[in-house]
C-alpha cells in the first residue's frame, strides 16, 4: 500500500518539477497507484480494515513523497433526479491553471488533506471558477478542464501541493471564519 507523508515531510514543502511526456512506464504506474489508493480511501470497509487511513478525494504526488507534477482526482458527483450517478476522475500531469475567475469560493466545512491529521478549522478562500490545461492518464490525451465550486476547489487544493502550500497556509490566522464579500460558499 501506498505510504501517505505527513505534514513534517520537506517533499510537501518542495516545489515539484515538470515531467516529459510521453510520461515514462514508473511515473505512469505511480499515478495509478495512486488512483487505486485514493478509490480504496472511499471504501468503508478498507477503512475499517486499515483505521490509520482517511477518506480523501484527492491526492498528489508530493504527498507520496515524490516532488514532480501529477495528482489525482476521484468523488461521486451529487446524484441528479432521473440521471445517471457520475463520477469526477482525473489522473493529471503538469496541470496549469490558465485562467482563474476573480471571484472567490470556500467550502463552509473548511479543507481537510490526507497529509494532515490534526484539524486546522477556518475557510480557505480559492477562485470560485478555473480552467485548467494538463495531460489526462485516464484519457491519454491533453485536456482543458472548466470547474466551479467543489470542483475547483478540489483542483486548486490538489495544485497547491505541486507548490509546496498545504491548505491551512491559506486559512487567517487572526480570523479563520472570515467571511469576504462578494464570496461564495461550498
Ligand atoms: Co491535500
Not at 501517505?4 to 515514462?24: F, V
Not at 468523488?75 to 433526479?81: H, M, R
Not at 463552509?108 to 471558477?129: A, I, N, Q, T
Request: charged share 25%; glycine share 6%; proline share 6%.
Amino acid at each position: 500500500m501506498l505510504k501517505i507523508t505527513k505534514d513534517n515531510a520537506t517533499s510537501l514543502r518542495g516545489k515539484s518539477k515538470p515531467l516529459a511526456l510521453p510520461l515514462e512506464e514508473k511515473w505512469k504506474t505511480l499515478l495509478l497507484s495512486m488512483l487505486d489508493y485514493l478509490r480504496l480511501t472511499q471504501d468503508e470497509k478498507f477503512r475499517e480494515a486499515h483505521p490509520s487511513v482517511r477518506e480523501g478525494v484527492g491526492l498528489a504526488a508530493p504527498q507520496v513523497g515524490k516532488n514532480v507534477r501529477m495528482l489525482v482526482i476521484s468523488y461521486d458527483n451529487p446524484v441528479e433526479e432521473g440521471k445517471e450517478p457520475t463520477k469526477t476522475e482525473y489522473a493529471l500531469v503538469n496541470p496549469k491553471i490558465v485562467f482563474a475567475s476573480p471571484n472567490l469560493a470556500y467550502l463552509r466545512g473548511g479543507e481537510g488533506c490526507l497529509s494532515v491529521d490534526k484539524p486546522h478549522e477556518g475557510y480557505v478562500y480559492r477562485h470560485e471558477s478555473i480552467k485548467v490545461e494538463a495531460y489526462d492518464l485516464l484519457k491519454d490525451q491533453n485536456v482543458t478542464i472548466q470547474a466551479q465550486g467543489f470542483d475547483a476547489i478540489v483542483l486548486q487544493h490538489e495544485i497547491d501541493h505541486l507548490e509546496g502550500i498545504l491548505f491551512y497556509d491559506r486559512i487567517d490566522k487572526a480570523d479563520p471564519f472570515k467571511v469576504l464579500p462578494g464570496s461564495t460558499a461550498v
